[in-house]
């Protein structure tokens, strides 16, 4: 970013209190990465080697939220316009569902909402019924 | 196309692999940056494109032409114009059916009763954003802050890139421009940060803000002559939560994908109920358009210059118009005269207060100055007037609470306590993340997005800040 900025950016900050330095060098052991003190966009094989690491961390991501989303891309599913393509999305995100639900991996899931929902009778007042808002 | 939603998510998957894959020809990068732009915005409503391109070329035409000119006047001349036309743009879509309805209710006091034209004109979402981007923009051109952009393109990404476009950070040509003169680079901790900065904007938005709207603060607000004190009370501090962890979440997400897309975006909130004063609250709170009103009104308008009155005077104009830019609404100008009245009123007790007297304790101004941006929320949230003086009355109508669960008030209580986390906690997560392999970035950041997608509640209402 320019050095003419007139307000700091929060992306433009490196912050490591004294107290994550054994954290930080147990992950730096364990990660292999270990920038010099030089600035690591100076070189352009570090900055490549950032891209793909930013890549793969989204692509995984991505991944992840795909196979232990089912019940979100099931909902998004249903807001779709009818067409041939979004009936074939919802037909997946049913059958990938069910299959999750039978495999036993939509239980934790199930676990965190029943301990929300007991978080909101807490005190054994039921939240008032309210619609949900708008999409 | 919200951010909190699944659509959004294809979306950004998409602009990202293809972004990166451009990071060898910035131009086309751009050009399709553009494009991507169009059709995040587009979603609401295409027909707006045409008044975003239409806006970036006056903007480039004008800053053009100034950096062209040569005498002084003829400069001042082009930057009256460039803001003119920027005003016009916003003054037609947003306060034309205010100002024509005022004027029927003048007219019709002095007994010159008239039909006026009145136009059912649609708002475009975001137009208060990219108008004071591109007012910046020839501004700065003129003041010499920021050199002219180099092409059409470049203004077109300034006031049209999705991650800015319907709600701020109102990032000004001055940060933006220079980066889009070559393609950026990621480093870790800018992509840790950013991550950590979606799940965290997702979690405020879809869980705190989302549950506490639904719940508390829609029915009471709706009609408050329904509810007791106490659930007045409970929605008041439920507001409070709800629109800082509505809108910091927006831009955190705002900041966040704009840096996983290489771009670096000016943080827009700093913790703002732990401000002592009103103003240090103005200089944590949507600091990108404080900092727009005191460069752009307050400073022209003569800013600390000149005598006490003077100053009085430019502090509560700025706040006036700052209050009408959210919104056609005299809710609005009488929040912006709220703040405004306090400014002074903090300005003048540190000119005049006795040196004798005690200094106010900081947690003393922490609290005062919270309860009175709560009290202007009352103002900001009510649909009316009347409705806010409905709000004001029932404070002294006492009963229990019949809204307010103990659920809600811990999560109120969550919602601003957000604000005594350690002041940098992000980027000190942010620090540790970027050493971790891309596989346990992506599970911690996948499996903390299905923590939330867990626990909020169905379907996803807009950001507060898209109806300004």
Not at chain 2, 122 to 144: E, M
Request: neutral net charge.
């Amino acid at each position: 970013m320019s050095e003419e900025s007139h307000l700091e950016s929060p992306l433009g900050e490196e912050f490591e209190p004294d107290s994550f330095a054994r954290m930080v060098a147990w992950l730096r052991r364990v990660s292999g990465y270990d920038p010099g003190a030089e600035d690591e966009e100076e070189d352009e094989l570090a900055a490549a080697r950032t891209q793909r690491w930013a890549g793969r961390s989204i692509l995984f991501a991505a991944v992840i939220l795909a196979l232990l989303n089912a019940p979100s891309i099931r909902s998004w599913a249903s807001t779709l316009d009818p067409s041939q393509p979004s009936e074939i999305i919802r037909k997946l995100a049913d059958v990938w569902t069910d299959s999750m639900d039978q495999a036993g991996l939509e239980e934790p899931r199930r676990a965190i909402r029943r301990a929300y929902d007991n978080w909101k009778a807490w005190g054994g007042v039921e939240p008032a019924q309210t619609p949900p808002a708008a999409p | 196309m919200l951010f909190p939603t699944m659509t959004f998510a294809i979306f950004f998957l998409f602009v990202f692999v293809t972004a990166w894959s451009l990071d060898r020809e910035n131009g086309r990068r751009k050009a399709f940056l553009v494009l991507a732009s169009w059709v995040f915005y587009g979603w609401w409503d295409w027909r707006f494109i045409g008044l975003l391109i239409a806006s970036a070329t006056l903007n480039f035409l004008v800053a053009e032409l100034i950096d062209r000119s040569e005498t002084r006047r003829r400069r001042l001349w082009l930057v009256g114009l460039g803001v003119a036309i920027n005003l016009t743009i916003l003054g037609f879509f947003k306060y034309y059916g205010f100002f024509v309805e005022q004027l029927g209710d003048v007219l019709k006091i002095f007994g010159w009763q008239r039909d006026l034209p009145l136009l059912q004109v649609v708002l475009p979402v975001g137009i208060s954003f990219f108008t004071f981007q591109g007012i910046s923009y020839v501004v700065d051109v003129h003041r010499g802050h920021c050199e002219k952009a180099r092409s059409l393109l470049d203004v077109m990404l300034l006031m049209s890139f999705f991650p800015h476009l319907v709600a701020g950070p109102i990032v000004r040509a001055s940060d933006l421009l220079p980066q889009f003169a070559q393609t950026p680079r990621l480093t870790r901790a800018m992509v840790s940060h950013a991550m950590i900065l979606i799940v965290w904007g997702l979690f405020k938005k879809t869980v705190i803000a989302s549950e506490l709207s639904v719940g508390l603060v829609d029915p009471v607000f709706f009609d408050p002559t329904a509810h007791s004190a106490l659930d007045l009370l409970a929605a008041t501090y439920g507001y409070a939560a709800q629109i800082y962890c509505d809108f910091s979440a927006y831009s955190d997400i705002a900041i966040g994908v704009a840096g996983l897309l290489g771009y670096r975006f000016p943080r827009n909130f700093d913790q703002p109920y732990r401000a002592a004063s009103l103003q240090d609250f103005w200089r944590r709170w949507h600091i990108s358009l404080s900092s727009w009103l005191r460069d752009y009104l307050y400073i022209p308008l003569g800013g600390g210059r000149g005598s006490e009155w003077k100053i009085c005077r430019n502090l509560m104009i700025t706040m006036l118009l700052g209050g009408l830019w959210h919104g056609a609404a005299w809710t609005f100008v009488a929040w912006g005269a709220l703040h405004g009245g306090v400014l002074v009123f903090e300005r003048l007790w540190k000119k005049f207060k006795p040196a004798a007297w005690p200094r106010l304790p900081t947690i003393l101004g922490i609290l005062i100055t919270f309860h009175i941006v709560c009290l202007s929320w009352i103002l900001f949230r009510a649909e009316s007037f009347s409705l806010a003086l409905d709000y004001l009355a029932g404070f002294g109508r006492w009963g229990p609470a019949s809204v307010a669960t103990p659920f809600l008030v811990s999560l109120t209580v969550i919602g601003l306590g957000i604000h005594f986390l350690p002041s940098r906690a992000g980027e000190a997560v942010a620090g540790m993340a970027k050493y971790l392999p891309s596989p346990a970035l992506g599970a911690a950041a996948a499996l903390t997005m299905l923590v939330i997608e867990a626990v909020r509640p169905e379907g996803i209402a807009p950001f507060i800040y898209f109806q300004f």
